[in-house]
Every structure is written in C-alpha cells, then in structure tokens.
C-alpha cells in the first residue's frame, strides 16, 4: 500500500512540476533570444515598395520554383 501511495505522490508531483519547467524554459529562452521585427520603418514614414519592385527583386534573387508555388497559390 505505501509503494502505491509513494508512486501516486510521485506522479502527481511529476505531473505539476512538467508544465512548471517548461514554462520556465520558454521564458528564460525568451529573454536570450533576440527578436527581430519584420517591419521596416523610418521614424518619418513607412517603408512602401512598388509592386515592380517587389516582382524585379523576386525574379532576381528567388528561386524560380518558389515564385512558381507563390503564383500556383495566388
């Protein structure tokens, strides 16, 4: 009865501690990394691309099988 007993505790403490750790990993990760925005701005205005632009440089530097599944799913 108290292997039972001792086995129960030890689960349930396994069961609390789990979700604890791994909340403490993701924050201490978040803290380490570095997060960058995706959003270019200038503190006078926002950064617009022409569409030509836009289609120049994706002809240019990516690969013509991306460009071809971006258009399959435009």
Request: net charge negative.
């Amino acid at each position: 009865m108290i292997i039972f007993i001792v086995t129960l505790a030890a689960s349930v403490i396994g069961m609390l501690a789990t979700p604890l750790q791994v909340y403490t990993k993701m924050n201490s990760a978040q803290k380490e990394n570095i997060s960058y925005n995706s959003n270019f701005s200038s503190s006078q205005q926002d950064l617009n691309y022409s569409q030509d632009f836009i289609i120049n440089y994706a002809d240019e530097y990516l690969d013509s099988e991306f460009i071809k599944i971006l258009n399959a799913k435009l």
